[in-house]
């Protein structure tokens, strides 16, 4: 049997890398973390009740119930319905875990807002200078 000469790294450099990769992957890690916890602090968003009734052909009255469930101010902007802008409005400053209620007059809608109606209701609402969008609510004109 031909036995060869086999040559291994010297332990000081095994023990030299196994440090240098468990710091390398103990900084992927930590900075992961760090970015998954940063977003979650920072989450933003809002809580949407709406209600919609009717006055006449022309004109509707739109109660909004806005809450703020983001750690920054927030304010309203705008209201759509069937994703058709009816109402530009200036809700707020809403402050973080606050509510706001307003009622907003609906002159000529665009869309018909007859009583029984099913129709679909979001609001755009800024923080910061960005502009944001909830989430759709449906609602049916009383």
Sequence with gaps: ????????????IATT?????AIL???????YFGQMVSKVG???GIGLWAQVMYINSTTSIAHLRVINLGS??????????DGVS???????????GEAIEDSIVISDPGVNLAPGTQHVIYINYTIDGKTYTSEPVKVIVQ
């Design 17 to 21: 890398l196994l440090i240098v990769i």
């Design 42 to 44: 920072k989450s933003e």
């Design 86 to 96: 009816v109402a530009n409005v200036n809700l707020g400053p809403i402050p973080p």
């Design 72 to 81: 920054r101010p927030i304010t309203v902007t705008q209201l759509f319905i």
């Design 25 to 31: 992957g103990g900084l992927l890690i930590y900075q």
């Design 1 to 12: 049997m031909d036995r060869r000469r086999r040559k291994a790294l010297s332990p000081l």
